[in-house]
T-cell receptor
Framework: GIQVEQSPPDLILQEGANSTLRCNFS?????LQWFHQNPWGQLINLFY???GTKQNGRLSATTVATERYSLLYISSSQTTDSGVYFC????????????FGSGTRLQVQP | DVKVTQSSRYLVKRTGEKVFLECVQD?????MFWYRQDPGLGLRLIYF???????EKGDIPEGYSVSREKKERFSLILESASTNQTSMYLC???????????FGQGTRLTVV
């Protein structure tokens, strides 16, 4: 099946710093989503971005489908940005279900 | 606002009990999923369903079954709960190609 790799696995930032999270995937996809898992465990949708670039406030994401990677940018980080960020994809062929990366655990310190 | 609702946020059950985890979505999605999340193992797919009364095994179906009698509801069943099924369970729904998936709030199940 498809492989999804996220880096870095852990990231510690000071409040106000910027960061870039990366997601590499091994096959063509028709769905790529970024999620933030809150302290209660719920997965919050950040971006649906199988290709192209999107922005939502301090967050933006870019997916280069031909090179099989996606980047999530967090600017001017806040303590409330802390948590685990997941990338998940659905392959063009095969089963229509999300395969997740192992996540990036972000800690923003005041 | 789109909604996937899981019946319980926290659940404690005894070994050997039959356990039902319920998930309801209001988006008229064809596809629904059950995942479990464990430290160090990430999110793993247990079962999914493409349509009413249809089900497909995911990567870790052993010890679980599912039921989809109505389009909006997808149930995960632990026939005889065991301590190694203590985990966080997440339900999701997904529409056609070109749309995004949404998750419920999760159920933390503890089997004692």
């Amino acid at each position: 099946g498809i492989q999804v790799e996220q880096s870095p696995p852990d990231l510690i930032l000071q409040e106000g710093a910027n960061s870039t999270l990366r997601c590499n995937f091994s096959d063509s996809v028709n769905n790529l989503q970024w999620f933030h898992q809150n302290p209660w465990g719920q997965l919050i949708n950040l971006f649906y971005i199988p290709s192209g670039t999107k922005q939502n406030g301090r967050l933006s994401a870019t997916t280069v489908a031909t090179e099989r990677y996606s980047l999530l940018y967090i600017s001017s980080s806040q303590t409330t940005d802390s948590g685990v960020y997941f990338c998940a994809v659905i392959m063009d062929t095969g089963r229509r279900a999300l395969t997740f990366g192992s996540g990036t655990r972000l800690q923003v310190q005041p | 606002d789109v909604k996937v609702t899981q019946s319980s946020r926290y659940l404690v059950k005894r070994t050997g009990e039959k356990v039902f985890l319920e998930c309801v979505q209001d988006m008229d999605h064809e596809n629904m999923f059950w995942y479990r999340q464990d430290p160090g193992l990430g999110l793993r797919l247990i079962y999914f369903s493409y349509d009413v009364k249809m089900k497909e095994k995911g990567d870790i179906p052993e010890g679980y079954s599912v039921s989809r009698e109505k389009k909006e509801r997808f149930s995960l069943i632990l026939e005889s709960a065991s301590t190694n099924q203590t985990s966080m369970y997440l339900c999701a729904s997904l529409g056609p190609i070109g749309t995004e998936a949404f998750f419920g709030q999760g159920t933390r199940l503890t089997v004692v």
